[in-house]
């Protein structure tokens, strides 16, 4: 059973429209089906399509945060010292 919601669930919009090259938009992380259907889904559904757009927002960080890691890191031939 759906719980009834009191309020409208805002869009998560940031006003940054433009689409990565997994597809999602790179400021509020919606896929394009997400984006165009926003007010025809539930509120429920809409719920949880944020809630999948924190998780790819922390899963696309988390990637940045690694990959830099590597670019960061030179591999040194000589031994440490100490």
């Known amino acids: 059973m759906e719980q009834l919601e009191f309020f409208s669930v805002?869009?998560?919009?940031?006003g940054v429209?433009?689409?990565?090259?997994?597809?999602?938009?790179k400021g509020c992380?919606?896929?394009?089906?997400?984006?165009?259907h926003w007010l025809s889904f539930s509120p429920s559904q809409q719920l949880h399509i944020?809630?999948?757009?924190?998780q790819r927002y922390r899963r696309k960080i988390q990637q940045g945060k690694t990959s830099t890691l590597e670019v960061e890191q030179p591999q040194n031939s000589q031994q440490d010292l100490f």
């Open 10 to 14: 805002p869009s998560p919009c940031v």
């Open 50 to 54: 944020i809630k999948l757009c924190r």
């Open 17 to 25: 429209c433009s689409v990565d090259e997994k597809g999602y938009c």
């Open 29 to 36: 992380m919606r896929k394009r089906e997400e984006r165009y």
